[in-house]
């Protein structure tokens, strides 16, 4: 293709007596053009496919931990179910459980994708202390079959925080799960998992959560999604907790840590109080 851009000059009574003309090949320019359109296009579509695949394996992360209790507690029944003769009270509360944990992955899967499309919050007022103490009992199994001690320190005047409670239950979930599986290979020392919260300020709750465990080597890539230290983690733990303090505008970070293991903290705005 050419294009040709041109000036024609005249007398002072207005004839024409030259023209000048230049012609240019764009045709390179076309072809640069396209070529950037179609890259534009595969990015966008790279893009895309990049985002449902983040948002599948944030899915499959987080619904591990209900389906999983679903299971247990399955067998469980059958147990009771088999005895001679059936404990049929027991086999109910199981079957009861089996119906709250099948919700429970259903509400997961729900907030999940909402926290992906930036959907509302369902936000209240709620105690980080009381949610603490929720998830810890959900995982006492867990903590004393891998010979981990917990300790708290929970003050009673820590301020409610407005807050989504299903979220802030798996951030705290994930969070200590991570801190358990970082002590997986201590031998040489005590195996504690400590959670701390304080008021900060006037208008914030913070919550420490550390371990005793091996540590980070890179802290400032450990809440991008897909990387992790795990040998068969997705890498999708963290980033999933940090989308979750964002959406609530408070701040996840990893803070210095005196002796081995690491320290996490994250605050949350405190809940305002109104009068009708």
Not at 112 to 119: G, K, Q, T
Not at 132 to 150: C, I, M, N, P, Y
Not at 252 to 271: H, I, R, Y
Request: hydrophobic content about 45%; overall charge negative.
């Amino acid at each position: 293709m050419v294009y040709v851009p041109g000036l024609l000059r005249r007398t002072s009574d207005g004839q024409p007596t030259q023209w000048y003309g230049l012609l240019v090949d764009i045709e390179d320019r076309r072809h640069a053009e396209e070529a950037l359109r179609r890259t534009e296009t595969q990015l966008a579509r790279a893009a895309q496919t990049a985002t449902i695949g983040e948002l599948a394996a944030a899915i499959a992360h987080e619904v591990n931990q209900p389906l999983s209790a679903v299971v247990a507690t399955a067998h469980a029944c059958l147990r009771w179910l088999s005895a001679e003769p059936p404990n049929l009270e027991m086999a109910r509360q199981a079957a009861e459980r089996i119906v709250r944990d099948g919700k429970d992955a259903g509400e997961v899967v729900r907030r999940v994708r909402a926290l992906f499309r930036r959907a509302a919050l369902e936000r209240s007022p709620i105690h980080v202390n009381e949610i603490t103490d929720e998830v810890l009992h959900l995982l006492e199994r867990e903590t004393s079959r891998r010979q981990v001690a917990v300790t708290r320190d929970l003050p009673v005047g820590v301020p409610a925080v407005f807050a989504d409670r299903v979220q802030i239950q798996q951030l705290l979930f994930n969070l200590f799960v991570n801190a358990i599986d970082a002590m997986e290979s201590v031998l040489d020392r005590p195996r504690v998992l400590h959670i701390a919260s304080r008021q900060d300020g006037s208008d914030g709750v913070v919550v420490e959560i550390r371990d005793t465990g091996v540590g980070l080597t890179d802290p400032d890539r450990a809440f991008e999604p897909f990387f992790s230290t795990k040998t068969n983690g997705m890498g999708m733990g963290l980033a999933i907790c940090r989308s979750i303090i964002e959406a609530h505008h408070g701040r996840l970070w990893v803070a210095p840590t005196v002796g081995p293991g690491s320290t996490f903290c994250f605050t949350l705005p405190v809940a305002v109080a109104t009068t009708p």
